[in-house]
């Protein structure tokens, strides 16, 4: 499932934007790729992560993957309920957000997929 | 990519395919967590066709057999045998389970990723003795039904009785047109049994167990439950850089036996031990996966062979290959997760107690 209105990557993160913070998640092709989520690692607040780097880890009983920022960033906010359930993920992708983000150069927007060009795809 | 005769079966029933030593293989259906709880309260059945078969044929068969492996391959046409396949410097080429079906008539039952490499191996060692070495794989399918529940419906199954077998023996038997290899077998640490038989024969023998409520699990789940009951994985706890004694598996190398591939080598192994396998857990959420490095305070001390969060374990738990003066148990220890040091602890790498049925005085 491809939710409406929403920005995404290549590498299956989704972007909510409003101005100049973007929310950000994993799309449902990745959770159902990963299989049942058992542990999500989160960045600090505060810290300051460039565009293809890894802002934390998402990992299925099977196998570890890391999480990487479409854009550059800094980390406003962290959702810390997926601690302790982050089996939302699998239930709830589009709804589970991980983290919120402030945009630091908005032209790197341009590089996101609209919902109508993303493909779950491997 | 090879596909099993199962391979349309797994499709129908939506599983998430992957691929596992050249085959494409079910990693799960619904989840590896249900899986595993399934075969652990109830029954689960696996499709592991992708193993290799290799049969010895010839008057010598059994003298070659017993050159070749580790542990002692006795003239018993119900016992099924695990045993290790050494190269000459002692370190294991695969690990097997030996079935003696005749006198001169043995089966070999390999790991799928190692099917080649274990065939020239066995074919290149051959020579001199008055048998052959057959690759089989191909023939046959194979189904493993696991889980505390087994018992009640195994005979319903095959038609036949086999809940009277004892944990590692087997039994031919009719079925339909022909016959089967049934044993009571299985990795998973759960009582639990092997069926081996043609394509069609299993592929009825996998719609009759679904009939009959056994969960079908993938790949992903045997994973957790040899992992859970301390079961080692080749190219994990077992690989041709690890000696059998590290491994914790000295029990499959008996050194009293006539000359066998790789004895003298296991002679100064044993004496000179310097790693071991330990079972840890992490102090604090996370995950030791595979090959993961651990730490003694600044001190590269070893690797993670597995490592998993199982569902209804409180703490990450794993096995590392280490050295052996930190393996003490409630050392503490450090696992290096993406950059982070992770603290743990040594502790038992029993994480459960296995549930094999050892009948009639065995």
């Known amino acids: 499932m491809i939710k409406k209105g929403l920005l995404y990557a290549k590498s299956h993160e989704w972007l909510n934007v409003d101005g100049k913070t973007a929310t950000v998640g994993i799309s449902d092709h990745a959770q159902d790729n990963l299989g049942d989520v058992v542990f999500i690692e989160l960045p600090q607040v505060g810290q300051t992560i460039k565009k293809g780097e890894s802002f934390g880890a998402v990992e299925s009983v099977k196998a570890a993957s890391d999480m990487y920022l479409p854009i550059s960033g800094k980390i406003l906010e962290v959702n810390s309920a997926l601690e302790n359930t982050p089996e939302l993920l699998n239930s709830d992708p589009y709804g589970s957000w991980i983290v919120k983000l402030e945009i630091l150069d908005e032209k790197e927007l341009d590089s996101l997929l609209k919902d109508s060009e993303y493909k779950e795809e491997d | 990519m090879k596909k099993t005769s199962l391979y349309e079966h797994h499709l129908k029933l939506n599983s998430k395919m992957i691929e596992y030593a050249g085959y494409l293989m079910p990693v799960y259906y619904q989840g590896i967590q249900s899986e595993h709880h399934s075969v652990r309260t109830h029954m689960g059945v696996f499709d592991v066709s992708h193993m290799g078969e290799f049969l010895i044929e010839g008057k010598d068969a059994l003298t070659f057999v017993n050159y070749l492996v580790s542990n002692i391959i006795v003239d018993d046409l119900s016992k099924v045998t695990y045993t290790l396949l050494l190269n000459e410097q002692g370190y294991p080429l695969d690990d097997l389970l030996v079935y003696v079906i005749g006198k001169e008539n043995i089966l070999l039952v390999v790991n799928a990723g190692?099917?080649?490499?274990?065939?020239?191996?066995?074919?290149?060692?051959?020579?001199?003795?008055?048998?052959?070495?057959?690759?089989?794989?191909?023939?046959?399918?194979?189904?493993?039904?696991?889980?505390?529940?087994?018992?009640?419906?195994?005979?319903?199954?095959?038609?036949?009785?086999?809940?009277?077998?004892?944990?590692?023996?087997?039994?031919?038997?009719?079925?339909?047109?022909?016959?089967?290899?049934?044993?009571?077998?299985?990795?998973?640490?759960?009582?639990?049994?092997?069926?081996?038989?043609?394509?069609?024969?299993?592929?009825?023998?996998?719609?009759?167990?679904?009939?009959?409520?056994?969960?079908?699990?993938?790949?992903?789940?045997?994973?957790?439950?040899?992992?859970?009951?301390?079961?080692?994985?080749?190219?994990?706890?077992?690989?041709?850089?690890?000696?059998?004694?590290?491994?914790?598996?000295?029990?499959?190398?008996?050194?009293?036996?006539?000359?066998?591939?790789?004895?003298?080598?296991?002679?100064?192994?044993?004496?000179?031990?310097?790693?071991?396998?330990?079972?840890?857990?992490?102090?604090?959420?996370?995950?030791?996966?595979?090959?993961?490095?651990?730490?003694?305070?600044?001190?590269?001390?070893?690797?993670?062979?597995?490592?998993?969060?199982?569902?209804?374990?409180?703490?990450?738990?794993g096995l590392a290959l280490i050295e052996k003066e930190y393996g003490k148990l409630g050392t503490e220890i450090s696992i290096k997760i993406r950059n982070k040091m992770v603290p743990a602890s040594i502790r038992d790498k029993k994480f459960y107690t296995k549930n094999y049925k050892k009948l009639g005085g065995f």
């Open chain 2, 114 to 317: 190692n099917k080649e490499k274990d065939f020239d191996w066995v074919s290149s060692k051959v020579d001199g003795f008055d048998c052959v070495a057959r690759d089989i794989s191909d023939n046959f399918s194979q189904i493993a039904i696991q889980g505390p529940k087994t018992q009640d419906i195994i005979d319903k199954i095959l038609d036949a009785t086999v809940s009277d077998l004892s944990f590692m023996h087997y039994k031919v038997v009719p079925y339909k047109e022909g016959h089967v290899i049934v044993s009571r077998t299985g990795y998973t640490g759960e009582d639990g049994f092997e069926i081996y038989g043609y394509h069609n024969f299993i592929i009825d023998l996998w719609n009759d167990s679904l009939a009959l409520d056994v969960t079908p699990c993938g790949l992903g789940a045997r994973d957790t439950l040899r992992f859970q009951a301390n079961l080692p994985l080749y190219g994990q706890e077992i690989s041709e850089t690890i000696t059998p004694y590290e491994a914790g598996l000295g029990f499959a190398v008996k050194l009293d036996k006539m000359n066998f591939i790789g004895k003298e080598a296991c002679i100064k192994h044993k004496e000179e031990k310097t790693r071991k396998l330990v079972g840890f857990e992490l102090l604090e959420k996370n995950i030791p996966r595979h090959d993961y490095e651990v730490y003694k305070d600044e001190k590269l001390i070893g690797h993670v062979t597995t490592g998993y969060l199982l569902a209804g374990f409180e703490k990450p738990i």
